[in-house]
């Protein structure tokens, strides 16, 4: 088994035991930066990130995780592109492919990604599409682990909309064991399709797979709490509506009073407190949002160095 040379552009694609190896990595290098042990493994490496979307989570532990890793990271704004002004994705994939180790991007379309990937000759690294958000789910999952000690038998309740978030958490909990409860209103569920390769995954690892429209009802049993945004990137003229409709989506102290004692909450940030999470929870003794922002750079050094550097 190896991620070298892989790309990561949804956690469907890994394998359980890779995941953990992500994991299992990301605990290392977390320790050697905290203990200020050198761990230059991308020494030389370049690291090209393409953004299409606003970023400050994504782009600084990227940019700040290749400088640690001994590498150096080029932030390209798809607007200095020529990919901005038409030039193909395939040719883009190309070229990168002859200058650089490894490529983030950050866009709407999967599609794109994944056709980014297959032309490209180097590893693609998916840091958020409409679809999927893999790199945060990997940090989420092993913020948990970090909090709980442990996965399999977990309950995750993610309440709100069924987004890119919600997907690749539903893939992710898949992977590991973890039970998933997503709550969201009427015509906002999860995709379809990463449904069902969550449960074809969760077949093998025995998760417990559950979509609902009733936010308190999943709260229940949880031991983590999750939300995200009403209102996606590229969905700001839906805010207004969407605040109405996802009006009892919101996580605060009665979700917290029925969710199991001593549960977690996240959130992948940014958060609009007073809509989809409480400026009391978000605030609260049982909040981990600021563990999970930073462990984003430790599991995404992990990404790097085991697909652009295949050693430790
Ligand atoms: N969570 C996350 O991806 O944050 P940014 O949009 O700031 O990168
Ligand atoms: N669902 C959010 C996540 C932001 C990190 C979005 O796509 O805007």
Redesign the pocket.
């Known amino acids: 088994m190896s991620l070298t040379c892989k790309d990561l552009l949804s956690i469907h694609d890994l394998s359980t035991s890779e995941v953990y190896e992500i994991l299992e990595l990301s605990r290392e290098l977390k320790q050697k930066q905290q203990q200020g042990i050198e761990h230059h493994v991308l020494k030389g490496k370049t690291l090209g990130m393409i953004f299409q979307?606003?970023?400050?989570?994504?782009?600084v532990s990227f940019e700040v995780g290749m400088w640690q890793l001994g590498g150096m990271a080029l932030f390209l704004s798809a607007n200095d592109l020529q990919i901005g002004r038409g030039e193909p994705v395939r040719d883009t994939a190309r070229v990168l492919s002859r200058y650089v180790d490894g490529v983030m991007i950050?866009t709407f379309s999967h599609a794109e990604v994944e056709e980014l990937a297959h032309y490209a000759s180097i590893p693609i690294i998916n840091?958020?599409t409409d679809l999927l958000?893999p790199c945060?789910a990997l940090a989420d999952i092993f913020t948990v682990v970090e909090h709980k000690g442990n996965l399999k038998g977990l309950k995750m309740a993610y309440i709100g909309d069924g987004n890119n978030m919600a997907n690749a958490l539903l893939h992710i909990c898949a992977k590991v064991g973890m039970d998933i409860t997503v709550a969201t209103p009427a015509g906002y569920e999860p995709d379809k399709r990463m449904v069902a390769q969550a449960q074809a995954d969760a077949g093998q690892s025995g998760s417990r797979i559950t979509i609902t429209n009733q936010p308190l009802a999943a709260a229940e049993g949880a031991d983590v709490l999750y939300t995200d945004v009403w209102a996606s990137?590229g969905q700001e003229a839906e805010q207004m509506a969407r605040r109405r409709v996802f009006a009892d989506f919101q996580i605060n102290s009665q979700t917290l009073a029925i969710a199991n004692k001593g549960a977690i909450v996240l959130h992948?940030?940014?958060a609009h407190r007073g809509e989809e999470i409480t400026n009391d929870v978000i605030e609260g003794p049982q909040s981990v949002v600021f563990d999970e922002?930073e462990n984003?750079l430790h599991v995404q050094k992990a990404i790097m160095a085991l697909l652009m550097g295949g050693r430790r």
């Open positions: 979307k606003s970023s400050t989570r994504t782009r950050r840091g958020l958000h945060q990137m992948c940030l940014p922002a984003r």
